[in-house]
C-alpha cells in the first residue's frame, strides 16, 4: 500500500522517466530471442520454407529494422505522459501501469511478429514450394 501511495506522489513525467529503462532492457534482449526463435524455426521446418531462406540481407535488414523501429518505440513511449496528462484518471497507478504494459506488449508483439508469421504459415498446412 505505501508503494502505491509513493507512486501517485510521483510526477507524470518522472513515472514515465523511470520506467524508460526497463522498457528499452525489455525490447533489446527481446530482440534476439525472436531471431532465436527464426532460426529455430528454419532449422526444424526449412523444408517447408525453402523461399525464407537465411541469408546476409535479411540479417543486416533485420537489424536495421530493429535499430530504425527502437527510437519509434520510444517516440511512442512518449504518448504515455501525454495519455495521462489529457485523461487525468482517477487511479493513476493502475492507468499507468495498464498503459505501459499495453505499449511494451504492442512492441514486443511487432518484434516476434516474424516468427508469429511464420509460425502461422506452417500451422495452417501452407508449403510454399509451388512458388519458389
Given at each position: 500500500?505505501?508503494?502505491?501511495?509513493n507512486e501517485m506522489?510521483v510526477s507524470?513525467?518522472?513515472w514515465?522517466?523511470?520506467?524508460?529503462?526497463?522498457?528499452?532492457?525489455?525490447?533489446v534482449?527481446?530482440?534476439p530471442?525472436?531471431?532465436?526463435?527464426l532460426l529455430?524455426?528454419?532449422?526444424?521446418?526449412?523444408?517447408r520454407l525453402p523461399?525464407?531462406d537465411l541469408t546476409?540481407?535479411v540479417i543486416f535488414f533485420?537489424?536495421l529494422?530493429?535499430?530504425i523501429?527502437?527510437?519509434?518505440?520510444n517516440?511512442?513511449?512518449?504518448?504515455?505522459?501525454m495519455?495521462?496528462?489529457?485523461?487525468?484518471?482517477?487511479?493513476?497507478?493502475?492507468f499507468?501501469?495498464?498503459l505501459?504494459?499495453?505499449?511494451l506488449?504492442?512492441?514486443?508483439?511487432i518484434?516476434f511478429?516474424?516468427?508469429?508469421a511464420n509460425l502461422?504459415?506452417l500451422?495452417t498446412?501452407?508449403s510454399i514450394?509451388?512458388?519458389?
Amino acid at each position: 500500500m505505501e508503494q502505491i501511495a509513493n507512486e501517485m506522489e510521483v510526477s507524470t513525467d518522472a513515472w514515465w522517466e523511470t520506467h524508460r529503462r526497463n522498457f528499452n532492457e525489455t525490447l533489446v534482449s527481446c530482440a534476439p530471442v525472436s531471431f532465436a526463435g527464426l532460426l529455430l524455426l528454419w532449422f526444424l521446418f526449412g523444408f517447408r520454407l525453402p523461399c525464407r531462406d537465411l541469408t546476409f540481407f535479411v540479417i543486416f535488414f533485420g537489424a536495421l529494422f530493429f535499430i530504425i523501429a527502437l527510437p519509434l518505440a520510444n517516440m511512442a513511449y512518449r504518448i504515455g505522459p501525454m495519455r495521462e496528462r489529457s485523461s487525468q484518471p482517477e487511479n493513476v497507478v493502475a492507468f499507468r501501469h495498464r498503459l505501459y504494459k499495453t505499449g511494451l506488449w504492442f512492441w514486443l508483439f511487432i518484434i516476434f511478429l516474424p516468427v508469429l508469421a511464420n509460425l502461422a504459415w506452417l500451422l495452417t498446412g501452407h508449403s510454399i514450394t509451388e512458388l519458389c
